[in-house]
């Protein structure tokens, strides 16, 4: 089986943390979302994986060197500076994926425990031209809606509709299974929507499907998504509690290899250390992911807050909810940041 990962949007909404790598690539308890998603597709009966990518993406998932499972790892590009939207990239990879058996298309910004070969198997049994994976969420309005008719076929998909006006709490788990029909949907040569245009149509003709699925799933595109996916997988994989007589670890945490913690800090709850993070004396962290290489001085201060590779927080510096720091940001000693607070890459604060 062959699978399409969408890997070309710009993660506008974790930026500053998107300038340097795409969102596939942001760690999820230190290890990169797209070295787990490999994994899944792998222990699903995939063997093929096509990364629909544009150069910057392509650059920095062929710089991670990832472990691949036994999948063979093609990429497809997005034309220079024309991104091709959520469907145009389908079209691009048409001889790739060929026209023999249906395949999967995925968003690459998903944490998910969906089984795809049951997935699979509901595509088959009906007319089908693409089956989404439709998950019950709070808040609808922020994703695409699906209202179905009968036996799971979609009437009506519509892609973030204004609050209060869904149809029903069914969205689009950006998780597809596609006929390779698909392709007559999807003019080539231009950026297409899958959400906007080729689903509706779909819908129209009675072709497009739902396969209802539970359980653990996260789209991680904003910065408190992203934060909270850390959390809730903190719960299941942390590292055993640590006895450190210097420093204390309130659990759930994990800490990457070579971190170095100094005298009386406290670590945590829910807090996720990147590899060779460096941390001063008397420092509390909690509710924050923090990326690999970064150094924080002595009695500094971190809640709720995202901090990027090899940046720097100085002495009895704060940063606070909702802050996001950059890769090589300096943050001198004894700064405040407030609140959601964003500093861009490489710059001193
Ligand atoms: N190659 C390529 N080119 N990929 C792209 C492009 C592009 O121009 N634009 C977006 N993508 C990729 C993104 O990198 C991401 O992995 C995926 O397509 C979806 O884009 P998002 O920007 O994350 O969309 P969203 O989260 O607002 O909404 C989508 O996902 C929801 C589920 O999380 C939609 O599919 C919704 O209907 C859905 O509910
Ligand atoms: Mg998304």
């Known amino acids: 089986m062959k699978a399409l990962i969408l890997i070309g949007g710009f993660g506008t909404r974790l930026r500053p943390l998107t300038c340097t790598r795409p969102k596939a690539l942001f760690p999820i308890v230190n290890k990169p979302l797209l070295q787990i998603t490999f994994e899944r597709l792998a222990e699903n009966g995939v063997d093929e994986v096509i990364l629909a990518v544009n150069k910057l993406t392509q650059f920095h998932i062929r710089q991670q060197h990832l472990p691949k499972y036994g999948l063979t790892v093609k990429y497809s590009l997005d034309p220079p500076k024309i991104p091709l939207g959520t469907a145009g990239p389908i079209k691009k990879a048409e001889k790739l994926l060929g026209h023999d058996d249906p395949f999967l298309v995925l968003n690459g910004d998903l944490i998910t425990e969906i089984n795809y070969k049951e997935m699979l198997a509901t595509h088959a049994e009906g007319k089908a031209v693409a089956t989404i994976a439709l998950h019950e969420a709070e808040d609808p309005s922020r994703y695409g809606v699906a209202e179905l008719a009968d036996e799971n076929r979609i009437k009506r998909f519509i892609e973030k509709p204004p609050k209060g006006t869904e149809p029903t709490k069914l969205i689009n788990a950006g998780v597809y299974v596609l006929s390779p029909k698909i392709f007559n949907y999807i003019p080539s040569g231009r950026a297409v929507s899958m959400e906007r245009e080729v689903f509706p149509r779909l819908a129209e003709e009675n072709v497009l499907y739902g396969h209802k699925v539970s359980g653990l799933w996260i789209d991680i595109g904003k910065p408190e998504d992203y934060l909270q996916t850390n959390k809730m997988l903190l719960e299941t994989c942390a590292d055993k509690q640590r006895k450190n007589p210097r420093f204390e670890c309130r659990n759930p945490v994990a800490l ?94």
């Open 256 to 349: 990457g290899k070579g971190v170095v913690i100094g005298e009386n800090s406290v670590i945590g709850p829910c807090a996720v250390l990147g590899k060779n993070v460096t941390v001063g004396k008397n420092v509390q962290i909690r509710d924050s992911v923090v990326f690999e290489d970064v150094k924080i001085g002595d009695d500094a201060v971190i809640c709720g807050a995202l901090i990027g590779e090899a940046a720097q927080i100085g002495k009895k510096a704060k940063v606070t909810e909702g802050c996001i720091i950059a890769d090589h940001v300096k943050v001198k000693d004894g700064v405040l940041l407030r609140e959601k607070v964003s500093v861009c890459p490489a710059k001193e604060v």
